[in-house]
């Protein structure tokens, strides 16, 4: 999951701060992405270098840290849009998508269709090349037909199962 793609979203919709971010957004998905505070904090000082973010305000509480609530700038909104759109160009596996897909709203549906057609695309070239490479195994020594076979059928049903997982996000899409 692209942490800063996930950050510029929800700052699109509104102001945070880090922590605030981690604790109401972030919660629900801790257990299949962990984020530790300190890859929180160093995205957002990033991201603040960049001009893609700006510092709204700083609050100084009685023997507590300062608590520093961030909103995006308008080179901010720019760069996510392109960024969704270089992880779908980009696209390896699902779980590259993750951060984007919350974001969708953001981004021209013609034209992140068309992305997906063409990563769908990539995808079945992929899973044609597994299974037209050597179905018997005959270049492989004995010892190793079996886990070879195991390996080759997991990338097959990976592939397809991603080429599933984006026909339904194109038709999520295009509705």
Excluded: C
Aim: hydrophobic share 35%; proline share 4%.
């Amino acid at each position: 999951m692209s942490l800063q793609i996930f950050i510029l979203g929800i700052l699109s919709e509104g102001e945070h701060h880090p922590y605030d971010l981690k604790k109401q957004v972030l919660k629900p998905i801790d257990n299949s992405f962990p984020i530790n505070d300190g890859t929180l904090y160093y995205n957002f000082e990033i991201l603040n270098k960049k001009g893609l973010i700006r510092k709204i305000k700083v609050v100084q509480s009685d023997n507590r840290p300062e608590k520093t609530t961030y909103g995006i700038t308008e080179k901010g909104r720019e760069a996510l849009v392109e960024e969704i759109y270089s992880i779908f160009q980009n696209f390896t596996d699902v779980t590259s998508l993750y951060s984007s897909l919350l974001f969708l709203d953001k981004v021209d549906r013609k034209k992140l269709a068309y992305m997906i057609e063409e990563a769908i695309e990539r995808l079945n070239k992929r899973k044609l090349l597994i299974e037209n490479s050597d179905p018997e195994l005959s270049t492989v020594p004995d010892s190793q037909k079996i886990p070879v076979g195991l390996i080759s059928d997991h990338a097959y049903h990976s592939v397809q199962n991603d080429i599933n997982w984006l026909h339904k996000l194109l038709l999520e899409v295009r509705s």
